[in-house]
């Protein structure tokens, strides 16, 4: 029977069931650290240094010399899979004791890894293997080496694979949320839109308050900001940032009127208290200028005014 559409991707996601399956499978001690792998990792060394010296050696069968090395470490190796128990020296019994599945990992084809053992076997080793057979030998050892060694379960696998998954849902969520919320937020009608105040400092724009702020009249009474968005629009809110640095108590009380023609203005908002941003929301208007003032005596700044 198909799962549902939601366990199914639980199951993507967090991989309970691959999981439980390959910790019922997984039957590898971990040996990266006993004594008998780090013995096998220093003979595998000299065999390799036997087979490709860094300077001459004297004169004989590098491969004969080899052979022995390989076997040992082999040794070593599979009695540190389990089959420590069996007497050292004993192959074939180290051998017929250690997991199936690590050996099938060292050597997938089973004809093959049977030509190992027999190359290895005390009463056949040869006294001078051919290149063929020390290169599945030395193939063979470095593969068990590199299992004992501790290279990625399946268990890491499937783990890893879960970590990846859960941020791959985590960033698409992200993405998500922020393309919905930028589908949600609308555009600023003000942007780039022309306004005019009831008067304009003589410091602007050269004095250094003026470089961060959209405007900044003298000390008048009542001085104001008008927007013109260009033609009417439906708005239903306008977004007022006041100078973060000082004097945030001049644009209080704050007003905020919209107009049809300009003429007649209608009372949209109202800020008593003093404030670093200020929203005034209003049920969808139809409108074309955007009045904001303060009804007293003061110098009139502001950081910015958006439209929405």
């Known amino acids: ?34 004594p008998s792998v780090q013995q096998a990792k220093l003979l595998l060394e000299a065999a390799r240094r036997v087979l490709e010296p860094a300077e001459p050696l004297p004169p004989g069968d590098r491969a004969a010399a080899a052979l022995p090395l390989y076997r040992s470490a082999i040794e070593c190796l599979l009695s540190a899979f389990g089959a420590s128990a069996v007497r ?3 192959l074939a019994a180290l051998w017929d004791s250690a997991p199936p599945t690590v050996l099938a990992r060292a050597e997938p084809d089973p004809e093959a890894r049977q030509r190992v053992k027999g190359c290895l076997s005390s009463a056949t080793m040869v006294e001078s293997p051919s290149d063929q057979e020390i290169l599945r030998v030395r193939r063979f050892a470095e593969s068990l080496a590199a299992e004992a060694a501790g290279r990625p379960k399946q268990v890491d696998l499937i783990l890893a694979q879960r970590w990846f998954r859960l941020l791959l849902v985590g960033l698409v969520l992200t993405l998500g949320l922020v393309g919905v919320r930028g589908l949600l937020t609308r555009p600023d009608l003000a942007k780039g839109k022309r306004f005019w105040t009831s008067s304009r400092w003589s410091g602007c724009p050269a004095a250094l308050p003026c470089l961060d702020l959209m405007f900044h009249t003298d000390e008048e009474q009542n001085p104001w900001v008008e927007i013109d968005l260009g033609s009417q629009q439906v708005i239903r809110r306008i977004e007022v940032s006041n100078r973060a640095d000082a004097f945030d108590e001049r644009e209080v009380p704050l007003i905020a009127e919209i107009s049809k023609t300009g003429l007649q203005w209608t009372e949209v908002g109202r800020r008593t208290t003093n404030f670093v941003s200020w929203t005034a929301k209003f049920p969808p208007t139809t409108a074309r200028y955007v009045r904001l003032r303060t009804p007293k005596r003061t110098v009139f700044n502001l950081r910015g005014v958006a439209v929405r």
Do not use: C, K, N, Y
């Open 1 to 34: 029977m198909s799962l549902p559409v939601h366990t199914r991707a639980v199951e993507w996601i967090f991989r309970t069931r691959a999981l439980r399956a390959a910790r019922a499978q997984e039957t590898r001690p971990d040996v990266s650290r006993t």
């Open 88 to 90: 050292s020296g004993d």
